[in-house]
């Protein structure tokens, strides 16, 4: 049985789980769609069955503590997306409990465990009936490769060109239940309730900020009214426009963790933006209103779908290949929020403590770490998101990943988020830095998007001495930005000029000419302020 990533969860009809019964028996399978409301498998298998057993498997991997990762959580996740997760499920069990039935848990590999609940049908291959409808996005991936000749669009324009209305634009979705059919016998296995994070092997006290964001459908659909309280806030809606260091109140509507789970549904969603749109006078448009955001969404599924090696640089045609830095403390300054611009640390230190950002903090720390500052890897900026984002989404992180770093989708990369100047725009006190950055609450206004330049009497004062208390800039942005530039320019004329084509010997060789370039450089500069 395979189950494409948008299928989510899914219904199987069984006969041998439990000692028989006559009547009909279903599993639901919740990986994803972890709700009631509008969720077709439940759906699906709530009708007309005598029993229905709603089962979610705890994969080790993904839940228990690995000491050796670089923030508390297991190997794959971290635990400000742990707790959301259980906060989920524990949500899921209330609802499901109210409708005379519960949530099954069980633990292990979620493959292997399921193919031991339906062990006798799957030996035998027959008798199983697998539901897997697509209800985790709004259109079917597949649909629109297919309309597309094979390919997904890797253009947002292309993408809505295709895709449309979704079908939900006219379809009833099914919101609640009266009842749910009850949980037969069990028969011997091993079933638990959800577990809370100390019974997976973590210590209560071992964050020292936990995200402000609860899990859960109950709290998704709460979410989602407060945003679409204020019709003339969704009718404006317009993404670039939206304050990145609002952190008290987000300037967007922090749904994408309720969606990543599947808590709330995205087809409700475009559903209540839509009828919105329909009872006030005008709206802004895709791609910055909020339902071109819900479209962006799609626009990465579908590409993710559609693109082998989506995750990688190497072997994804979409990608352009760049001689990126291999450079551990670099990296490690920039994840532990330690780069000595208060901005970019900042952001850091939000997502390591909350696991959310707005978009802009995202395209400014992306951009820093890749083709604006430091020249790393994406995908070592991928995996660190990937870990400590509660809405980390495999295709949507990955895709903005490419984005941002000028390797797919946007290629203008001249175009550098300044670490200083960006942050100022929107918040000139800094009072976003002041509550992520404690360390430089006292210090003034004029200083604190670059301390180093205070006086040393001014750091006294503010109780922050640069190089001591927070560190010097890691790099000097204007000169970064520079070399960054250049970089990218000799990259993406070696992507031309091999028209796709370039392999671990281009890239080497390059990287080669570009150490000694910058080299020669720096020997130049040292020469010339000699004479001076
Ligand atoms: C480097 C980088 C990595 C990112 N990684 C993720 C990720 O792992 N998971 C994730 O959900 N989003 C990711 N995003 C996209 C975006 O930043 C978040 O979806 C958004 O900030 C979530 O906040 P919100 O729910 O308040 O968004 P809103 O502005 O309220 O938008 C509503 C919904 O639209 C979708 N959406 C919004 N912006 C985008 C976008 N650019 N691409 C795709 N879908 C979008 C989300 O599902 C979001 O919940 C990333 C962006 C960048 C630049």
Not at 165 to 184: A, F, K
Not at 211 to 229: C, H, N, Q, V
Not at 251 to 259: E, I, K, N, R
Not at 308 to 317: L, S
Request: some cysteine.
């Amino acid at each position: 049985m395979r189950f494409p990533l948008c299928h989510s969860p899914s219904a199987c009809r069984l006969s041998n789980i439990v000692p028989m019964s006559n009547g009909l028996s279903y599993l639901v399978w919740f990986r994803k769609g972890l709700r009631i409301h509008d969720n077709p498998a439940l759906e699906f298998a709530s009708k007309g069955s005598e029993f229905m057993y709603p089962v979610f498997v705890v994969d080790p991997h993904y839940m228990e503590p690995d000491p050796s990762a670089f923030s508390p959580g297991s190997t794959r996740a971290g635990l400000n997306r742990i707790r959301f997760l259980l906060e989920s499920l524990e949500d899921l069990d209330c609802s499901l409990k109210r409708l005379g039935s519960r949530l099954l848990v069980l633990k292990g590999d979620p493959g292997e465990v399921l193919v031991r609940c339906l062990k006798e049908d799957y030996a035998s291959s027959v008798g199983i009936e697998v539901f897997s409808p697509v209800s985790h996005t709004l259109f079917n991936p597949s649909d629109i490769i297919r309309e597309n000749g094979g390919r997904p669009p890797l253009s947002y324009q292309s993408f809505l060109k295709i895709a449309g209305e979704p079908s939900c634009e006219r379809s009833e979705l099914v919101m609640s239940y009266s009842s749910l059919p009850p949980v037969g016998d069990t028969g011997n296995l091993d079933i638990s309730a959800v577990p809370n994070i100390e019974e997976l092997g973590y210590r209560d006290d071992e964050q020292d900020e936990r995200t402000p964001f609860i899990g859960g459908e109950t709290e998704a659909l709460k979410r989602l009214d407060e945003s679409m309280r204020d019709e003339a806030w969704v009718a404006d809606f317009e993404k670039p426009k939206g304050d990145p260091s609002a952190f008290l109140k987000p300037a967007t509507t922090v749904l994408s963790p309720y969606l990543k789970f599947g808590c709330l549904s995205s087809r409700y969603f475009y559903q209540r933006i839509q009828s919105i749109y329909k009872s006030v006078k005008k709206h802004t448009s895709p791609p910055v209103s909020l339902l071109g955001q819900l479209l962006w969404r799609e626009f990465f599924y579908t590409a993710a779908f559609g693109t082998p090696n989506f995750d990688k640089m190497k072997g994804n045609r979409i990608c352009r290949q760049i001689p990126w830095n291999d450079d551990h403390e670099m990296l490690v300054a920039w994840r532990d929020g330690k780069t000595g611009y208060p901005w970019i640390d900042a952001i850091m230190v939000q997502l390591r403590k909350w696991g959310w950002m707005h978009h802009l903090a995202r395209h400014c720390v992306a951009c820093f770490l890749t083709r604006g500052d430091l020249f790393i890897h994406w995908e070592n900026g991928r995996d660190v998101f990937e870990r400590l984002l509660i809405d980390s989404d495999w295709a949507i992180n990955n895709g903005n990943w490419m984005w941002l770093s000028c390797s797919s989708f946007f290629y203008q990369y001249n175009r550098i988020y300044s670490p200083i100047t960006f942050g100022k725009k929107y918040d000139p006190d800094g009072k976003y830095i002041r509550h992520f950055l404690p360390v430089l609450k006292d210090m003034p206004k004029q200083y604190i998007y670059e301390p180093w330049t205070a006086p040393l009497s001014v750091q006294t004062k503010a109780n922050c001495i640069i190089g001591k208390d927070y560190p010097k800039p890691v790099v000097c942005h204007d000169s970064a930005g520079k070399e960054c530039r250049r970089k990218m320019s000799e990259a993406y004329a070696l992507n031309q000029k091999k028209n796709g084509q370039v392999g671990d010997e281009d890239l080497r060789n390059l990287r080669r000419k570009l150490e000694k370039d910058e080299h020669d450089e720096s020997m130049t500069r040292k020469q010339r302020s000699k004479l001076n």
